[in-house]
């Protein structure tokens, strides 16, 4: 299961109460007030990992707790301070606060694209996010554990030598939020369905996403690393494929447009032969537009087009009129099923994204 929002529950550990205890020993009488302090609730800490790839270890426990500290003891000994509760998050995660309604249930949905709370992450939302998780290893203390309360040790005083006061233990932070995956990648490829996209992310990165003759076989976002020469690399996502009004929420389109958002270039992958009945030219007009609707600040971003399917009847005429049609854009043709025209593809890559 792939999950990219999902509304948590953090509760981080209240620390323990302060101990009331005296002092009892042969031969020392009235030996005073010994209740040590106790120890330190856990935090709750976000750590972005690259191993992690999405939130559904969270769609099973929506709810983060970390533990109580230990109460003090007699002998001024301190309670044990708890450890943070470390949730391992994908790199590229943003976490919203989020209001404080029901807290989810253990079955927490998964939130639908169209829900208020993807209002949240809208662009001209107000709401700040807490913090963008963009680094491996990039840790956020998201709730605090409370101090350790303090033993009766601390409340002698002349004129009072036995005390019996002691605090409570502070109680832990606690919230709702709003964890949201934005993938990190440098370009994304964008494209109707059946184009070719995870074709041409086999031919030029390792990953295997699945392909298939059918629409939309790419249901969620896939990144590939493509390597080039001394170790150059760059991240590519492959998204499943736009339709007409995917950025009112029409296909799957809506859902992982967010997910392209940080790229610093889009590759339209348009079938060049329209071997579906679509013509290419307007397939580049209708992904930019779908883009433009969605954030108008992703149409600013360069962009350039990669003609597949040049293998098929028509290609070679389709492929004329892209250029006429668009004379400044670097048009690349390519048959990603014979892998034809993938070098020079990656060269106009690594000049694209200036590595
Ligand atoms: N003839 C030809 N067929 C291709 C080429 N590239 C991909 N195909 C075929 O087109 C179909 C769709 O390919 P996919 O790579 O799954 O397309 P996609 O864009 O990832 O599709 P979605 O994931 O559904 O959005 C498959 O049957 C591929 O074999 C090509 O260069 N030439
Ligand atoms: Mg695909």
Not at 181 to 208: E, F, Q
Request: overall charge positive.
């Amino acid at each position: 299961m792939f999950v990219d929002r999902i509304k948590v529950f953090a509760q981080a550990g209240s620390g323990g109460r302060g101990s009331v205890s005296f002092r009892r020993e042969k031969f020392v009488p009235k030996g005073g007030p010994d209740g040590g302090d106790g120890g330190r609730g856990g935090d709750v800490i976000l750590r972005a990992d690259r191993h992690v790839d999405n939130l559904s270890d969270l769609f099973y426990e929506p709810i983060i707790k970390a533990k109580n500290g230990g109460h003090g003891m007699g002998k001024k000994m301190h309670g044990r301070s708890a450890p943070s509760k470390i949730v391992k998050v994908p790199v590229g995660t943003i976490v919203w606060p989020a209001e404080d309604r029901k807290r989810p249930t253990p079955n927490a949905q998964r939130l639908a694209p169209n829900s208020d709370e993807s209002a949240i992450s809208n662009q001209q939302s107000a709401i700040e996010p807490l913090i963008d998780l963009t680094r491996d290893g990039q840790e956020f203390v998201l709730r605090r554990g409370g101090a350790g309360g303090k033993g009766n040790v601390h409340f002698k005083s002349s004129r009072n030598r036995a005390p019996r006061e002691y605090t409570e233990g502070e109680e832990g932070e606690r919230g709702h939020f709003l964890f949201e995956l934005r993938t990190i990648a440098d370009a994304g490829l964008v494209g109707y369905p059946n184009a070719g996209k995870s074709t041409l992310l086999r031919k030029i990165s390792a990953a295997r996403p699945k392909v298939a003759a059918y629409p939309f076989t790419t249901l969620h976002p896939i990144i590939g690393v493509v390597e080039f020469s001394e170790y150059r690399r760059t991240a590519i996502a492959d998204i499943p494929g736009l339709i007409e009004g995917a950025h009112r929420g029409l296909g799957l389109g809506h859902e992982f447009l967010r997910h392209i958002t940080r790229c610093r270039i889009f590759l339209f992958v348009v079938d060049v032969a329209g071997s579906e009945g679509r013509n290419p030219v307007e397939d580049v007009q209708q992904l930019r537009k779908e883009l433009d609707l969605y954030d108008p600040l992703l149409s600013q971003r360069p962009w350039f087009v990669i003609a597949n399917k040049m293998d098929l009847p028509n290609a070679q005429e389709n492929l004329n009129a892209l250029r006429r049609k668009f004379p400044k854009i670097d048009i690349v043709p390519i048959s990603a099923a014979k892998a034809e025209g993938i070098d020079e593809l990656k060269k106009k890559l690594a000049e694209w994204l200036e590595l």
